[in-house]
């Protein structure tokens, strides 16, 4: 049930573009994706809830597609800021409510 | 807002001796849910609550492990007897839902648990 994230890793210069995909093997009712700094907790940037929704969140947007239990996670325009571990959680169709699963995350580093 | 304390920030014992984990969620919030983090497994949801009653709790790993939520400003997680391989980053996170949509989780800054 756990869903699938790749890539595992990604090493971006500033200024370049980044894509992280979501699959999930189950109908999804949601789809959250949350940014985790080193030695910090991981912290909310985006809820996806209906098939083809997309949302921004400054240089940070994100898809989810329905028909094919996936999301993805764009970045733009990287920053030094962007760097760190993104999660996305899964909400299943028939599961329980609110009960999230998370991927195993990938790592972004942004270098100068 | 305070945000989604926890304490302790780091716990450090000995196999066999019993470690109480504590949270307090954010005010107004309704869900609360226990999560651990490791290199190997990730984050895992091990027990979550809505309005102060266990839901799920399939994810807790063994009968060492148990969960209560007394009221709705706290939670404690509970391993007895603790074992090396509980050594983790414990994380609480709270959420309202109210009418049912999915609302984000706000994470506690975690409890980093070593045990020896």
């Known amino acids: 049930q756990q869903p699938v994230q790749s890539p595992q890793a990604v090493i971006l210069r500033e200024g370049e573009d980044a894509v992280i995909n979501c699959s999930s093997s189950k109908a999804l009712y949601s789809v959250h994706w949350y940014r985790q700094k080193h030695g910090e907790a991981p912290v909310f940037l985006m809820i996806l809830l209906k098939g083809g929704e997309q949302k921004g969140h400054e240089k940070i947007s994100a898809s989810f597609n329905e028909k094919k239990q996936q999301s993805s996670l764009y970045l733009t325009a990287s920053q030094l800021s962007y760097s760190g571990t993104y999660f996305c959680?899964?909400?299943?169709?028939?599961?329980?409510?609110?009960?999230?699963?998370f991927g195993k995350g990938t790592k972004l580093s942004v270098k100068p | 807002d305070a945000g989604v304390i926890q304490s302790p920030r780091h716990e450090v014992t000995e196999m066999g001796q019993e470690v109480t984990l504590r949270c307090k969620p954010i005010?107004?919030?309704?869900?609360l849910f226990w999560y651990r983090q490791t290199m190997m497994r990730g984050l895992e949801l091990l027990i979550y609550?809505?309005?102060?009653?266990?839901?799920?709790d399939s994810g807790m790993p063994e009968d060492r492990f148990s969960a209560k939520m007394p009221n709705a400003s706290f939670s404690t997680l509970k391993i007895q007897p603790s074992e090396p391989r509980d050594s983790a980053v414990y994380f609480c996170?709270?959420?309202?839902?109210?009418?049912?949509?999915?609302?984000?989780?706000?994470f506690g800054p975690g409890t980093r648990l070593t045990v020896t």
């Open positions: 609550f809505n309005n102060n009653v266990p839901i799920d």
């Open positions: 996170a709270s959420s309202f839902r109210g009418g049912g949509s999915s609302y984000e989780q706000y």
């Open positions: 959680g899964t909400e299943l169709l028939t599961g329980s409510q609110g009960n999230l699963i």
């Open positions: 005010s107004g919030h309704d869900y």
